[in-house]
Each structure stands twice: as structure tokens, then as C-alpha cells.
């Protein structure tokens, strides 16, 4: 019997188009087209030419996550080769992946099977150096900010206050507390401070903000690094550090191009987290691809209780980008995941497990709805899946009033999507809408969605958070959005309470101003804004052979 196709073997099996004839279809003139070699570009974003009515923006988002896996990249770039296939000008605006992931516990992340944007390998290792300039940029400044308190410390900084932290790409526990400084006054002043992973970054969510270059550089001139002896924030741009941040960001800034397997252009440009950070590409290559192409899919990490409600609430009110439909991605075999089917017997038939775990749907839905975009279900089949179990969910969808089409991407690509493409097209709205006000206040903000997105009953904030907000308002920064960092495996900060649980208490445990992307991240629960590797790592897997092939990528 021969061993099924991996995703690199089937991305490596696959002959690329030159990317400029996927520029060419994307509408990029050659002028603004850097090239990376002959199958990957970036946008100059300087030489565009103006743009014309952008076109319809469509988000991808998913259920709950669950082991058993979701397939939400996979079924965006599956549903953008359908389009293509159906004869509309199409594009895909997704993330770059993290490689804390990628030799993590995840693996690639550049969807799956013959719903692949490609050259993978590259995507997810390194690609064209944007998650090297956001670590440069960053430990740049904090180096700055060290060298300042050293070299005499004219604007009074606190050392105990130093708020900037470095970064690195790698899930890494053992930096998420370090002391630096040791060896005596030559090497510094010893404090307590710690490593966030890149995609965490303040100066990732800068990039993925930004409008344009000047934007850039003003988003990076008000980041806050410290406080002094008195409690005054002081400012990167307080320590000269705009200039050399802006130069380094200076090509990380233009989206890069790439094609998925069915030749669509694909736009992949930033990668934020959605459970520690806002979960959503940059802004510039959303509307890069919204001036070039009559239907664009868009991403949000995990649920709609994350990444979708941060698109809508930071991404979509720093852009003013209207959603024509979302498309939410669930499995059979993660619906009955979250009615209580241990993993191991998720292959068995279990119409009561799967009649459980909708309720996990319903809420996504639901959740959808209250932004007033239209909610579509995209079924990602998977072979063990049962004629009775199928059955079930269409009749579920018609009680529930939610229009619901199957598809088979990892097997079939763009093929095996012209179905949920029909259904998306049949089903598109003028616009959407935003859930809370950010002038009410932080606590307001963060209110709205825990009651009204996750149904918790209670918020508590710890002792922490309750001087973090003080130090909100005594700064005027406690009317900027909220960024909630919380587990994306439930709608509680519980990751264990699957389904779709209510009345429970959402825990603030501290607030973190981000004074350059114009947010407050919400740290609720045990979250960690750098990850750990798990017990075999997708690392262990990877390998290159005599001929440069690289195997385990998923």
C-alpha cells in the first residue's frame, strides 16, 4: 500500500508560476514588485498605483480549537482556489507563521494538502525576514533603553519599571523570567525582566496596524518602554530610538506574495497570535489585496470569541473595513471533541457527542451575528465522517437558520470548495458593525465581551490589574480597545470547560498598555505571552536531505 502524500511532499511535487505572473493576475505592476527569487515578492507599497473600489472582504474564522484539528488556513486558501476556479478575481490575505509553531506543537502552517499556498518551506522558515526585523526592531530598543540608564539616565527612568521586553521567535519558557544586567557596573543594571515571542510583540502589532510608512514610524515613536522615578511613561521616541526602528522595519513593512496551489495571488504578511495577541494579518496587505481583487479571504486566529472579534473591534475600527460574511470552520470530529468524546474515539459514530458539542457552534455563530455580518458554516470533511452525522448537521443548520455547505480542501484544493464558494456568494451582506464603544472606558470594553462573547457571569480583576488601571486612566490610555489575551479552547479562561459554558468568571490578571498599536492587552487566566515546547516537538521531525529537501513540515 503507498503511504499518503505530506503536505511538503504534495507542495514540492507542485510546478510554481513565476511570481510575476501571479503579480500580473494580481494586479501588481512591475514597478512595485521586489522579488525574493522566482516564486515569492514583496509589494512596494510606495509604487502602487491608485487604487479602485476595493472589493468584497470575507473572514475566516473557526470554532473553538480542539486537538483533533480544524483545518481553518486550509479550508480560507481552498475556498480562495474555488472562487478562482468559478472565474471571480480573487486573492488570499492570511499570517505568516510563527516558528515557535512551526517546531512547536503545531507544525507547518501554510494549509494542507492540496490547499496549500506555496513555496511552503520558505513561508514557514524565515520567508523574506519580516519576523527577524520585528526581533531586531524590538531588542534593538531595549538595548536603547538599557544603554540610556547606563550611559547616566537623564530622563529619570525607573529601572524596577523598564515595561519593554525583548523577543525572539522560539516558544522558550525558560526566558519568560530572566535577570539581566549581572556582572558587575560595567554590564548594566541588574533587574528582573523577561522575553515575549515575536508574534506577541508590540512592534509585530505595530507592522500589522500600520497604514503606511509615516504611520509606522509614529505608532513606533509612542511606544512606551518605561516609567520614571515619578510615574512619567517615557516614550521610544524620548530616547532618538523612531528613526533606527523605522529603518529597520523599512522592507518588513510591504506585504509579500506568494500563490497558493490553484494560483491564486496570496498575500502573506504578519502573524499576531490570537490568544496573546490580536490574531490578524496586517492591515496593508488586507487593503492591498481589497484594491486589487473583487473578493478577498481574510483570517482571524481560532474562534470568534478571539481572533473575529479582534478583527472586528482593532483591525476592522483601525481600518474602517466593512465584512461582507464570515465563514466558520468546524469538523465533525471537533464538535463531537467538545461534547465530551475523548480524542481517541473521535472516529466512533456519536450522534448524542455531536449533538453536545454544536452548542459550541451555535455560540460562534451567535457571536458572529451580534457584529451584523453574516455567518456561514463551512464543513471541513474528514473520511471518517458519517452519512447519519453529516445528516444531523444540515438538519441542525436549517433549524438554526445558518447557512451551512461541505467541502473536502485537503483532498480535492480549490475543487472540492466551489460548493461553500456558491453558498458564500449567495449569502454576502452590505457590512458589519463593531460591539462596544472604547470612549466608555476599559472596564466597559472588557464588560461587553465577556458577558456578551464568552457569557461570563463575573469579571474579577486581581490586585495587579486593579493598579494597572490606574495607571490607565492617570495617562488617558483607558479609552484605547482591548485586547484580551485568554485560552482559545474555551469561551471561559478555563481552557478545560469545552462546549459552550456559561456563567463563569473571567480573571484579569493585569493590563498592558501598547501605546504604539493603540490597544490594551487584557491578560486573563494562566496565559503566557511566550509559550513553551511541548513534550515532542514538532522540531524533533524536521530534516533536510544531501539535496536540500526539507522533510516534516507536516
Request: with cysteine.
Amino acid at each position: 500500500m503507498t503511504a499518503p502524500l505530506t503536505d511538503v511532499a504534495i507542495a514540492q511535487a507542485h510546478t510554481l508560476e513565476p511570481i510575476t505572473e501571479i503579480a500580473l493576475r494580481a494586479g501588481i505592476p512591475p514597478e512595485a514588485l521586489i522579488t525574493y527569487g522566482p516564486t515569492k515578492a514583496k509589494v512596494d507599497i510606495t509604487r502602487l498605483r491608485p487604487g479602485r473600489d476595493v472589493g468584497k472582504l470575507i473572514l475566516v474564522t473557526g470554532i473553538s480549537p480542539t486537538p483533533a484539528g480544524e483545518g481553518k488556513s486550509t479550508v480560507l486558501i481552498g475556498l480562495a482556489d474555488a472562487l478562482t476556479r468559478l472565474g471571480h478575481s480573487a486573492a488570499a490575505a492570511l499570517r505568516e507563521p510563527s516558528q515557535g509553531p512551526v517546531m512547536g506543537i503545531k507544525g507547518g502552517a501554510a494549509g494542507g494538502g492540496y490547499s496549500q499556498i506555496v513555496p511552503m518551506e520558505d513561508i514557514n522558515l524565515h520567508f523574506t525576514g519580516d519576523f527577524h526585523a520585528i526581533a531586531a526592531a524590538t531588542n534593538t530598543l531595549a538595548a536603547m533603553v538599557d544603554n540610556h540608564v547606563q550611559q547616566g539616565n537623564a530622563l529619570g527612568i525607573d529601572s524596577r519599571r523598564i515595561v519593554w521586553q525583548r523577543c525572539l521567535d522560539v516558544n522558550d519558557r525558560s526566558l519568560r523570567s530572566v535577570i539581566t544586567g549581572l556582572g558587575g557596573t560595567a554590564h548594566g543594571t541588574p533587574r528582573e525582566t523577561g522575553f515575549t515571542i515575536t508574534a506577541a510583540s508590540e512592534i509585530m502589532a505595530v507592522l500589522c496596524l500600520a497604514a503606511d510608512l509615516p504611520d509606522l514610524k509614529e505608532r513606533l515613536a509612542r511606544l512606551t518602554v518605561a516609567f520614571t522615578f515619578d510615574g512619567t511613561p517615557v516614550a521610544a521616541d524620548e530616547l532618538g530610538a523612531t528613526g533606527a526602528l523605522a529603518a529597520l522595519m523599512k522592507e518588513a513593512i510591504n506585504p509579500n506574495l506568494v500563490q497558493t496551489l490553484g494560483g491564486t495571488p496570496a498575500y502573506v504578511h504578519g502573524g499576531p497570535f490570537a490568544n496573546i495577541a490580536h490574531g490578524c494579518n496586517s492591515l496593508i496587505a488586507t487593503q492591498v489585496a481589497l484594491r486589487h481583487s473583487d473578493i478577498v479571504l481574510t483570517e482571524a486566529g481560532f474562534g470568534s470569541d478571539l481572533g473575529a472579534e479582534k478583527f472586528f473591534d482593532i483591525k476592522a475600527r483601525h481600518g474602517r473595513l466593512d465584512v461582507n460574511a464570515v465563514v466558520i470552520v468546524a469538523t465533525i470530529r471537533s464538535l463531537k471533541y467538545n461534547g465530551g468524546l475523548p480524542r481517541t474515539d473521535l472516529g466512533t459514530e456519536s450522534l448524542d457527542h455531536l449533538r453536545e458539542g454544536v452548542k459550541n457552534l451555535a455560540r460562534h455563530v451567535a457571536n458572529i451575528q451580534q457584529f451584523g455580518a453574516t455567518p456561514i458554516v463551512a464543513l471541513n470533511l474528514f473520511t471518517g465522517d458519517t452519512a447519519a452525522e453529516r445528516a444531523f448537521l444540515r438538519a441542525w443548520a436549517k433549524d438554526f437558520h445558518v447557512a451551512l455547505a461541505e467541502c473536502e480542501v485537503w483532498a480535492r484544493g480549490g475543487e472540492g470548495a466551489e460548493d461553500l464558494a456558491r453558498v458564500v456568494l449567495e449569502n454576502l451582506s452590505q457590512g458589519s458593525s463593531l460591539l462596544y464603544d472604547p470612549e466608555r472606558g476599559v472596564e466597559h470594553s472588557i464588560e461587553v465581551i465577556a458577558r456578551r462573547i464568552y457569557r461570563a457571569e463575573k469579571i474579577e480583576y486581581s490586585p495587579q490589574a486593579l493598579r494597572d488601571l490606574a495607571v490607565l486612566r492617570e495617562n488617558g490610555w483607558d479609552r484605547l480597545p482591548v485586547c484580551i489575551s485568554k485560552t482559545q479552547y474555551s469561551f471561559s479562561d478555563d481552557p478545560t470547560a469545552l462546549g459552550a459554558p456559561t456563567g463563569h468568571t473571567l480573571h484579569v490578571r493585569q493590563l498592558i498598555p501598547r501605546t504604539g498599536a493603540g490597544f490594551i492587552v487584557v491578560l486573563t487566566g494562566a496565559v503566557m505571552t511566550m509559550p513553551g515546547l511541548p513534550a515532542r516537538p514538532a522540531a524533533e521531525g524536521i530534516d533536510i536531505d544531501d539535496d536540500g529537501r526539507i522533510t516534516g513540515l507536516f
